[in-house]
Nanobody, 121 residues
Framework: QVQLVESGGGLVQIGGSLRLACSLS????????MAWFRQAPAKEREFVGF???????YVKASELGRFTISRDSAKRTMFLQMNSLKPEDTAVYYC???????????????WGQGTQVTVSS
């Protein structure tokens, strides 16, 4: 059974940076496509980006230049580097994993519990 655990969230000022991490356990990390989604209060879950099992990243167009996705096989971990943070980035950030699917829809088989990111002045 795949288990995903996010970390790295917290309170940051406008314009600041955070790096989120998502560790995968229970199965072979290198086999999985992985993704980030976020959900702000009273809003639907929103796609942020994904990285394929063979290390090809894709970030939502609106976040290009601010967000970067990477993965480290040795650490069994995916990362989301977020720069120039804005109040509208405030949300719970979730990671997801799937053996075959990599896309913008939330059709991933496995999900983490989420980590809160709050951007404040």
């Amino acid at each position: 059974q795949v288990q995903l655990v996010e970390s790295g969230g917290g309170l940051v000022q406008i314009g600041g940076s955070l790096r989120l991490a998502c560790s995968l356990s229970g199965r072979t990390f290198d086999h999985y496509n992985m993704a980030w989604f976020r959900q702000a209060p009273a809003k639907e879950r929103e796609f942020v980006g994904f990285i394929t099992f063979n290390n090809i990243p894709y970030v939502k167009a609106s976040e290009l230049g601010r967000f970067t996705i990477s993965r480290d096989s040795a650490k069994r971990t995916m990362f989301l580097q977020m720069n120039s943070l804005k109040p509208e980035d405030t949300a719970v950030y979730y990671c997801a994993a799937d053996l075959g699917y990599a896309g913008e829809d939330p059709d991933y088989d496995y999900w983490g519990q989420g980590t809160q990111v709050t951007v404040s002045s």
